[in-house]
T-cell receptor, first 114, second 116 residues
Framework: SQQGEEDPQALSIQEGENATMNCSYK?????LQWYRQNSGRGLVHLIL?????REKHSGRLRVTLDTSKKSSSLLITASRAADTASYFC??????????????FGQGTILTVHP | SAVISQKPSRDICQRGTSLTIQCQVD?????MFWYRQQPGQSLTLIAT?????????ESGFVIDKFPISRPNLTFSTLTVSNMSPEDSSIYLC?????????????FGPGTRLTVT
């Protein structure tokens, strides 16, 4: 079953603005990963944050993780039109039969207007 | 990161027929995963494919409908059998990286299937 919830479902901003997307999950996790998908194509891996980490940066991306609230956020700073895509969070369960299996959130559709 | 290719990239098939999707990885991996993404939806795990053993299917997916092969550590196939329009989806395979990559999971480009 899908355990991830993302909000907002859709986000529309102007180029140069920041975009924040949120993800919540229900069970204990090993890690949480964020992906980008352009126009129904394959998923591009953006960043992984482990359960014992609270914040991680990669270029214009900043990811936070709050395991007490079972939530994560993805911040894209200084957005560009090329950032227009769907963004998904995915959690990897903590051990046992969940190993390696990803549970995806519903995704956020980001539109960046030039 | 792993480089993953899938064949075909897209196909249009008639109901009642079957399609086999291939997934090739540029390095040896223990586990490969198959996901389905229905139109406008998120991804759902179909099954986990380990080399040398039967695939493990998630709830709602059965081997008769989605038989999987895993003949070696770099290749897997997923067959969508006796297709109906409800099977129209993007099918993606994925692999997990090693400890150096903190076990990041990488995806192939997907196979877009339309069933008429």
């Amino acid at each position: 079953s899908q355990q991830g919830e993302e909000d907002p479902q859709a986000l529309s901003i102007q180029e140069g603005e920041n975009a924040t997307m949120n993800c919540s999950y229900k069970t204990s996790i090993n890690n949480l990963q964020w992906y980008r998908q352009n126009s129904g194509r394959g998923l591009v891996h953006l960043i992984l944050i482990r359960s014992n980490e609270r914040e991680k940066h990669s270029g214009r991306l900043r990811v936070t993780l709050d395991t007490s609230k079972k939530s994560s956020s993805l911040l894209i700073t200084a957005s560009r039109a090329a950032d227009t895509a769907s963004y998904f969070c995915a959690t990897s369960g903590a051990g046992g039969t969940s190993y390696g299996k990803l549970t995806f959130g519903q995704g956020t559709i980001l539109t960046v207007h030039p | 990161s792993a480089v993953i290719s899938q064949k075909p990239s897209r196909d249009i098939c008639q109901r009642g027929t079957s399609l086999t999707i291939q997934c090739q990885v540029d390095s040896q991996v223990t586990m490969m995963f198959w996901y389905r993404q229905q139109p406008g939806q998120s991804l759902t795990l179909i099954a986990t494919a380990n080399q040398g053993s039967e695939a493990t299917y998630e709830s709602g997916f059965v081997i008769d409908k989605f038989p999987i092969s895993r003949p070696n550590l770099t290749f897997s196939t997923l067959t969508v059998s006796n297709m109906s329009p409800e099977d129209s989806s993007i099918y993606l395979c994925s692999v997990e990286g090693d400890r150096r990559s903190s076990y990041e999971q990488y995806f192939g480009p997907g196979t877009r299937l339309t069933v008429t």
